[in-house]
């Protein structure tokens, strides 16, 4: 399994950003696919999930709102359209793929992984 997440960038407050994971290696219909991210110093946290089949989606608090998370089944994607943009949302992203169909909150149950993308929101 290969991840390849993109669309990181440098953005002001408010603005938009959209993230993409190009997933291949196999199918995943079954998969569960998170998007995570690092802050400096910080722990790596949950942002969002999406089941690749049904399509649920559950957020964390605090970009509920303010990120989508979505898939192109035809494109083997699932992004991530980041608005209203913090400076706290400043962090490395990375995307995910997992089985497990609980705990999805949690990193530890990730198996596979993208190289992560810079989003850095300044003030």
């Known amino acids: 399994v290969q991840l390849q997440a993109s669309g990181g960038g440098l953005v002001q407050a408010g603005g938009s950003l959209r993230l993409s994971c190009a997933a291949s290696g196999r199918t995943f219909s079954s998969y569960i696919m998170g998007w995570f991210r690092q802050a400096p110093g910080k722990e790596r946290e949950f942002v969002a999930v999406?089941?690749?089949?049904?399509?649920?989606?559950y957020y964390a608090d605090s970009v509920k709102g303010r990120f989508t998370i979505s898939k192109d089944n035809a494109k083997n994607t699932v992004s991530l359209q980041m608005n209203s943009l913090k400076p706290e949302d400043t962090a490395v992203y990375y995307c995910a793929a997992t089985l497990q169909v609980t705990e999805t909150r949690i990193p530890r149950n990730y198996n596979y992984w993208g190289q992560g993308t810079l989003v850095t929101v300044s003030s």
């Open positions: 999406i089941r690749w089949s049904g399509g649920i989606t």
